[in-house]
């Protein structure tokens, strides 16, 4: 039978030993020395092998409950939950049991038991203290109320942060409900979701409602309700934490009333409000700004993209990017004026502004409250007044074309009157040579006039915004430059090919046209090579995109365009420390020509000269 019952131990995993008192010898079991990873081999079965495993603090426990067990003659049994050391060096806790089972008198003589290793659940039950004492003090010391509350709504506990805020004390707290200190507007609402918490509907709660103090005043508050299940799953109570919102509440309202101001004062200015809930994805335009566009009876509006998706291609890039810096903190106030597509077709010019009111927790932007506002009228103005600055800047550049063409033109005349007037006054002069200057003298005379006839002409169209054009010949344009430049050319023997095709005309301002020719020419020649022979070529192109105009090509000093090449056509330019020049010519070479929608280029190399291409539309 003894057998029987060490078997059966073994089987249980419960190590047995078996003690002879007198002899202080001991027999332990192969599963009592497994309890602490030994081979049955590894241990001796002797009182030290006992007395090296267990763990030295619980010894004298251990020894006071086996002298019990002696002194009571079996009646005061032997059994203790003690800790012995494992082999890998942790430790291990053991139920030890055992009992008296042969006596000699008073004196005991065999004593048998067994081990039960109850490691885990001692660690569970470690577990649970440390997990009950945690509650305990998140419970007692938390900053927001908390309260257990039985299943019929009666509190259970109270934490002293819950009987501050609603001016109780714990003691009575605990004689009341929560039904009696909830406002009766809020209390079917947490009545609901509390059962379908016990129906097991849900598994928590959260809500804002409002309680009663102590005093009658009325407090807001968010609680979040959990229920507690016992080991059958039957509910147990209710943790509820509950946290004192009033100010916030407050501070709600307060921003309602503002914003009901707000939108007052705005709808009455004629401005439209837009209310936009990021989080939930929901956006609000009111009747004024659907208005605005002609569209308040098309449900438009409610939409989220709805307003974006009329917004004028060329001002959506900026529209939503002005929106996202303001999102992103780097804006205090959203700016930006855009075009919306009404429902005519036409399109309308917004100010839109706006700011964020409400951050989540991570200060991530909640809700953003913005106004739209008609300004079609005032870009209007603005036009008609870049449309004035405009005009005037036109007619302050052909007052100064005007003044060039003065100075540049009739100088150019003079200078050859003054030249010739000096040879006939010459005592030296042959009468056949005073005869051919006469002839020149008539020509320089005729040219004069025409150029006098297109000043008068420049004048006239001062107080008018249309500058005059006529059809003109551009090869004899060139040719008359070239004449007006002979004395130049024949000085400093400077060969100008005109490749200007003879039936190739355009209508242009003469004055103008004038004007450009001598400048690029007399540029050419000024500027001429000082080794090689000065050449001039001036061609016709025509481009495949409808470009067209002429080009002026010189083989003369060139310019250097990296160091020049910002300022070439600026007023009072110059680069080669020409005496003679004024720092005018390119300048306004370029605003004539511009002046009709056309534009020059220029490229150019030191020692090899320039070429001017001038497009003339």
Request: aromatic share 8%; proline share 2%.
């Amino acid at each position: 039978m003894e057998n029987i019952y060490k078997i059966i131990l073994e089987e249980t995993l419960a190590g047995y030993w078996d003690y002879h008192v007198r002899e202080n010898t001991v027999v332990l079991s192969p599963a009592f020395k497994a309890m602490f990873g030994y081979q049955d081999h590894e241990l001796a079965n002797s009182t030290d092998t006992w007395a090296k495993l267990i763990v030295e603090e619980d010894r004298s426990r251990m020894d006071e409950c086996v002298a019990g067990h002696y002194l009571s003659h079996g009646l005061k049994p032997y059994n203790i939950d003690v800790r012995y050391k494992h082999k890998n060096g942790s430790i291990v806790w053991i139920n030890t049991t055992g009992r008296v089972i042969e006596w000699d008198g008073d004196e005991p003589v065999r004593m048998v038991g067994c081990h039960l290793d109850i490691t885990q659940k001692k660690k569970a039950e470690l577990s649970r203290e440390i997990s009950e004492e945690t509650f305990r003090n998140a419970f007692e010391h938390s900053s927001i109320g908390m309260v257990l509350v039985s299943t019929e709504g009666k509190f259970m506990k109270v934490n002293k942060s819950l009987c501050a805020m609603l001016g109780y004390t714990a003691e009575e707290l605990i004689t009341k409900t929560f039904q009696e200190i909830t406002h009766p507007e809020d209390l079917e609402a947490d009545l609901s979701l509390l059962q379908k918490t016990l129906n097991k509907e849900i598994k928590n709660y959260q809500m804002e409602k409002r309680y009663f103090t102590n005093s009658g005043k009325i407090i807001w508050v968010v609680l979040n309700v959990s229920l507690v299940l016992g080991e059958d799953d039957e509910p147990l109570y209710f943790v509820s934490q509950i946290k004192d919102i009033t100010e916030r509440k407050k501070a709600e309202e307060a921003l309602r009333e503002s914003e009901r101001r707000w939108a007052f004062a705005s709808e009455g200015s004629g401005g439209g409000l837009w209310d936009w809930d990021i989080k939930n994805k929901i956006i609000f335009h009111s009747e004024q700004c659907m208005r605005m566009i002609g569209m308040e009876n098309d449900n438009f509006g409610a939409v989220l993209g709805d307003w974006t998706s009329r917004v004028h291609p060329d001002d959506k890039e900026k529209y939503t990017a002005d929106l996202a810096k303001h999102l992103n903190g780097e804006t205090e106030i959203y700016t930006n004026q855009h075009r919306v597509l009404c429902k005519d077709n036409t399109y309308k010019w917004i100010l839109d502004r706006g700011k964020i009111m409400e951050y989540d927790e991570n200060d991530n932007p909640l809700r953003v409250i913005g106004t739209h506002t008609d300004i079609t009228e005032q870009k209007n103005k603005e036009e008609q007044l870049r449309e004035t600055l405009d005009m005037v800047s036109g007619q302050n550049n052909r007052l100064l074309n005007f003044a060039y063409i003065v100075s540049h033109n009739l100088r150019t005349h003079a200078s050859n009157f003054k030249m010739i007037m000096d040879v006939l006054n010459d005592p030296q002069t042959e009468d056949e040579e005073k005869t051919e200057l006469s002839g020149h003298l008539i020509k320089v005379s005729e040219q004069l006039n025409d150029t006098i006839t297109n000043l008068n002409e420049v004048v006239s169209i001062q107080t008018n915004i249309d500058i005059h054009t006529a059809e003109v010949n551009l090869h004899s344009y060139v040719e008359k430059a070239i004449e007006l430049l002979s004395n130049d050319i024949a000085m400093w023997k400077v060969e100008i090919d005109n490749r200007i095709p003879h039936d190739w005309t355009l209508v242009y301002s003469p004055a103008y046209l004038e004007s450009i020719m001598l400048n690029l020419l007399s540029n050419g020649i000024k500027y001429r090579s000082l080794t090689n022979p000065p050449k001039i070529t001036i061609e016709y192109f025509h481009e495949q995109t409808g470009g067209h105009g002429f080009i002026v090509a010189d083989n003369g000093i060139g310019i250097d365009l990296k160091k020049n090449g910002e300022d070439l056509f600026g007023m009072y330019k110059t680069f080669h420390g020409n005496r003679d020049a004024r720092g005018m010519g390119l300048f306004i070479t370029k605003n004539q020509v511009e002046s009709f929608g056309g534009k020059i280029e220029v490229s150019s190399e030191l020692g090899k000269g320039t070429t001017f291409k001038v497009y003339l539309n």
